[in-house]
């Protein structure tokens, strides 16, 4: 492996958790963010944000970049700007945001002002994560952010998650701190995929919120090339990209929605795939391999948050598809799921409503299902698995109530070859 040339320079360049020094082809959406975020550095009250598009069109790496420059120009301005980023998908409730918000100033106030001070005022040195009333987590927040003349930026992405798992008090507490607030001041910067995510507030905090929106539209297929040739530049050794990697890989990203994210993403597994080859160039041939794997991979999160009785109707279908020859046909699939169902304890569904659950899975893109018309048989589905088995059974076995399974012998007639 030494004596193989070396593909890249540094694959982390490739990465979504990598913002690059520029972004291309989203000037006009850092100029508005930079334009809104900037007003309170000259005295004015912030608005707050939101940020609309469909995932990998570089909403969170600009935040994150006029973030960055906020934090660096405010040295010459009247507030400092401290910027908080918070993914809701992992900080999910309310508590933990404000706990985690509040560690952030607490911890400034100990490094600038020291212990004693904190003693002094009669702040905590940390809030833990569990065990507090709210309201005195809160508190310590408010007590320590106001400690200076400050902004503090709150960004919330993934807003739409924390909403529908927790509800949207913590946006109402945010946005209304500015009422109270002495020297400092609060924007929230809100990202969600989801257009609709307003529709899901609570009136009085829709009204507190008065944000200003930023929409972020899909990259078409030119300016993920450009995106890719950027990136690839700094990520990659000289003369290892063949003919045509990049254009195919902004290719398939640009069908899917223009999600430059995805394109990275191919890029580097290709890339990945050509250094396990031992190969010198990466080509065409293993970009389409990494399509493949990145599609696989992408299936088996969606197994992963399937319900019960849908991963038991596909485990069924895998368990057809592993030990019999023949077609596989959505009678087949009932006979496997009902003993499956009788194993575990269960309640069987109607044949009516595990048709049903086909029908979702070959939505999903998991399975195929194709009906076919058997004369005086009737109709039936005639079903395919679209990922490998193994790579199906391993997800499915992650649910702790479906993993005994993988050690029962099915009795079932439709198992017989």
């Known amino acids: 492996m030494l004596e193989t040339k070396q593909i890249f320079k540094n694959r982390e360049y490739l990465r979504p958790s990598y913002t690059p020094d520029e972004l291309p082809h989203r000037d006009e959406q850092i100029h508005q963010l930079a334009r809104i975020l900037a007003a309170p550095l000259r005295g004015e009250t912030p608005s707050n944000i939101f940020l609309y ?62 212990e004693k001070f904190l003693k002094s005022a009669g702040l905590p040195r940390r809030v833990p994560m569990t065990g507090w009333p709210t309201d005195e987590v809160y508190h310590s927040f408010f007590r320590a952010l106001d400690e200076d003349r400050q902004l503090a930026v709150v960004i919330l992405d993934e807003i739409d998650k924390l909403v529908q798992r927790s509800g949207d008090e913590i946006l109402y507490l945010l946005t209304r ?20 995510f307003m529709e899901y507030l609570d009136p009085r ?9 930023i929409v972020f539209p899909a990259y078409n297929a030119l300016q993920l090339k450009d ?4 990136r690839a530049k700094i990520s990659f050794m000289d003369g290892v990209i063949g003919n045509g990697v990049i254009q195919l890989c902004a290719a398939h990203a640009a069908r899917e929605h223009g ?37 696989q991979d992408k299936m088996v999160e969606i197994i992963r948050t399937l319900p019960t009785q849908s991963k ?14 023949r077609r596989i046909v959505s ?58 088995p193994t790579q199906a059974r391993a997800a499915i076995h992650e649910d702790y109530s479906i993993g005994s399974l993988e050690t029962l012998i099915l009795p079932s007639q439709s198992l017989r070859t």
């Open 53 to 114: 598009g469909k995932p990998g069109t570089g909403k969170t790496a600009t935040v994150r970049y006029v973030a960055k420059e906020l934090e660096r120009v405010s040295d010459r301005a009247p507030l400092k700007v401290k910027v908080v980023y918070l993914n809701c998908e992992i900080v999910n409730t309310q508590y933990r945001i404000l706990a985690t918000i509040s560690d952030v100033f607490l911890r400034n106030l100990e490094d600038t002002r020291g």
């Open 177 to 196: 701190m500015n009422l109270d607030l002495k020297n400092a001041k609060v924007a929230v910067v809100g990202i969600s995929n989801d257009t609709n």
């Open 205 to 213: 905090v829709r009204s507190s919120l008065s944000e200003e929106e």
């Open 227 to 230: 995106i890719l040739e950027k």
């Open 259 to 295: 999600d430059a994210r995805r394109a990275l993403d191919m890029l580097r597994v290709a890339g990945e795939l050509a250094e396990r080859d031992g190969a010198e160039l990466v080509t065409v041939e293993h970009v389409r391999r990494a399509y493949e794997k990145i599609e």
């Open 312 to 325: 038991l109707v596909l485990y069924s279908v895998v368990l057809l598809a592993e030990r019999t020859p």
């Open 331 to 388: 009678g087949d699939v009932y006979e496997v799921y009902q003993d499956l169902c009788h194993q575990i304890g269960l309640d069987v569904l109607t044949r009516r409503r595990i048709s049903d659950l086909i029908s979702e899975l070959d939505m999903l893109g998991i399975i195929n299902a194709q009906v076919i018309n058997r004369g005086r048989h009737g109709r039936t589905k005639e079903i395919k698995l679209n990922i490998h």
